[in-house]
Structures are given as C-alpha cells and as structure tokens.
C-alpha cells in the first residue's frame, strides 16, 4: 500500500535537507510541527527526561504515554516512535509492539536500533505494513561506551553493508549516531533512502538533535550539539521574579482573584 507521508520524505533526498528534532510531550510538538519535517519521540527521553544512566529501562507503555501527548500536537510532521530496548527481539514480539504502538499513538512510523542481528525484524516490520526507520553507529541501546564509529576503512565497510541491508529490508530512512565524516557521506551517497545525522556531518540527508539540547535545558552538550537558546536562564529568571513577587505581595493582584 503507497504510504504518500512516507513517498515525501523519501523524494526529499538530494533535493531538500530533512529536519527532524525530538519531543517528548504536546507543547513541544505543538511548537516544532511548524517546522520539522519528522518528529521523534526518541527513547532519549529515558536520559533527558527522567534522569536514567542509559535507555535501557524504558518500556513500551512509557513510549506510549509520551508519543499520545506528541501527538495531540502534531497537525503535518511525520511522527516517528522509538521501539524500546528488548521490544523487539523476536519478529513477533516485535510486530506485536509496533502495531501496539501506532494502534494507541496513531504514529506514521518506528524506530529501531540496528545490528547485523536484527535485520530480520526490519523486514518482519514493514511487512506488517508499518514503516521503519533505522538507526546505526552509535546506539544506546547496544553499546555501553560511547565512541565515534567509522573511523577506519573496515569499519565503514561493516557501518555500509549495515546500512545496505537496512535498505533492502525496507526501511524508509536510517538515522546515523555519530559517524565520521567521510563514512557518512559515503553511506549517504550509496543507498538511496535518506540519511538523518546526529554528530555524523553536513554529508546527511537531514539532521536530527535532541530538542532539549538545543534548547539548553539537558545540560548535556556535546561536541555536536548546538546550543539554540537558554531556555535554563529564562526559567530560572521567570521564577526568581514569581518568588519575589509573591513574597513581596506583588502578586496575586485583584486582576487576578476571583
Ligand atoms: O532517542 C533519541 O532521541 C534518538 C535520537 C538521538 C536519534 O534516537
């Protein structure tokens, strides 16, 4: 069956970068619709959300719970789920999660994170009529260190051959977690479905950060994070004049009692 939300992101290939950035609840997604092209309810939210050490905690009701609040703001962006970590280690517990997940979100799309292991699980996926996107290089949920991959012709031999059966499963797009330049451009050259980098270079299709690095609320930035804004200093300053004000009898005022 033709899936036009998908065809658009697809056609958008060597034509017009993709902007994707994650949210995690409504009045993000409200405001980013406006502008993104793929919204991520990224299982990052583990982390930047709810404090963890890694992702590998979250589960499928979680994921759930945030991608309905995403979508209630949501009008045009195509929105993309994450699959947790152990969601999707057999073909049907993972075509059983993914319909779960697009039946109670009403999502366009999931994500899973990729190894040579699992390429059977993308196609089993798709073939259920649910569009992947793919997610190689560094991937939280299977490594532990964090390390810059591709640095070297084998591995970006095994990073291309990834990304090649990924292709021919029948994902729509593969997002590339911190690979090095010249892997991801060639990557990005030799299959024909988008590349979205995160810390993998201007050579990718689109480009995907979390939203509240961007924003200068996570207090994590890495080398490839851009701080957009400092949402942290105008919070702050927000409330040290509410506190003051209430304290000094500012505020509430008549205008604002009933
Ligand atoms: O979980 C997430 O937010 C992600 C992006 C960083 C790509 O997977």
């Given at each position: 069956?033709?899936?036009?939300?998908i065809?658009?992101?697809?056609?958008?290939?060597n034509?017009?970068?993709?902007?994707?950035?994650?949210a995690?609840?409504?009045?993000f997604?409200?405001?980013?619709?406006?502008?993104?092209?793929?919204?991520l309810?990224?299982?990052?939210?583990?982390?930047?959300?709810?404090?963890?050490?890694?992702?590998?905690?979250?589960?499928?009701?979680?994921?759930?719970?945030?991608?309905?609040?995403?979508?209630?703001?949501?009008?045009?962006?195509l929105?993309?789920?994450?699959?947790?970590k152990?969601?999707?280690?057999?073909?049907?517990?993972?075509?059983?999660?993914?319909?779960?997940?697009?039946?109670k979100?009403?999502?366009?799309?999931?994500?899973?994170?990729?190894?040579?292991?699992?390429?059977?699980?993308?196609?089993?996926?798709?073939?259920?009529?649910?569009?992947?996107?793919?997610?190689?290089?560094?991937?939280p949920?299977?490594?532990?260190?964090?390390?810059v991959?591709?640095?070297?012709?084998?591995?970006?031999?095994?990073?291309?051959?990834?990304?090649?059966?990924?292709?021919?499963?029948?994902?729509?797009?593969?997002?590339?977690?911190?690979?090095?330049?010249?892997?991801?451009?060639?990557?990005?050259?030799?299959?024909?479905?988008?590349?979205i980098?995160?810390?993998?270079?201007?050579?990718?299709?689109?480009?995907?950060?979390?939203?509240?690095?961007?924003?200068?609320?996570s207090?994590?930035?890495?080398?490839?994070?851009?701080?957009?804004?400092?949402?942290?200093?105008?919070?702050?300053?927000?409330?040290?004049?509410?506190?003051?004000?209430?304290?000094?009898?500012?505020?509430?005022?008549?205008i604002?009692?009933?």
């Open positions: 069956m033709k899936n036009f939300k065809d658009k992101i697809i056609k958008k290939k034509k017009s970068k993709l902007i994707c950035l994650t995690y609840s409504k009045n997604s409200k405001i980013l619709d406006g502008y993104c092209d793929i919204i309810v990224g299982d990052s939210l583990a982390n930047v959300l709810y404090g963890m050490k890694n992702t590998h905690q979250i589960d499928v009701e979680i994921m759930i719970r945030h991608a309905q609040s995403v979508k209630a703001g949501v009008k045009k962006s929105l993309v789920v994450d699959m947790p152990n969601s999707y280690l057999t073909k049907a517990s993972a075509k059983k999660n993914a319909k779960l997940i697009l039946k979100t009403g999502c366009d799309a999931i994500k899973i994170e990729n190894t040579v292991k699992n390429i059977n699980i993308v196609n089993a996926i798709v073939k259920s009529n649910i569009p992947v996107m793919g997610h190689i290089g560094f991937t949920q299977f490594k532990k260190k964090f390390k991959e591709g640095e070297n012709s084998k591995e970006l031999k095994k990073l291309l051959n990834l990304a090649k059966k990924i292709e021919k499963a029948g994902a729509f797009s593969i997002v590339l977690e911190c690979i090095n330049k010249k892997s991801s451009r060639k990557i990005t050259q030799e299959i024909k479905i988008p590349t980098g995160i810390g993998s270079s201007q050579y990718c299709d689109g480009q995907v950060l979390v939203t509240d690095d961007i924003l200068g609320l207090g994590f930035y890495p080398r490839f994070v851009k701080k957009y804004a400092n949402l942290d200093q105008i919070i702050k300053s927000a409330v040290k004049n509410f506190k003051k004000e209430v304290q000094k009898g500012i505020f509430p005022k008549n604002n009692s009933y």
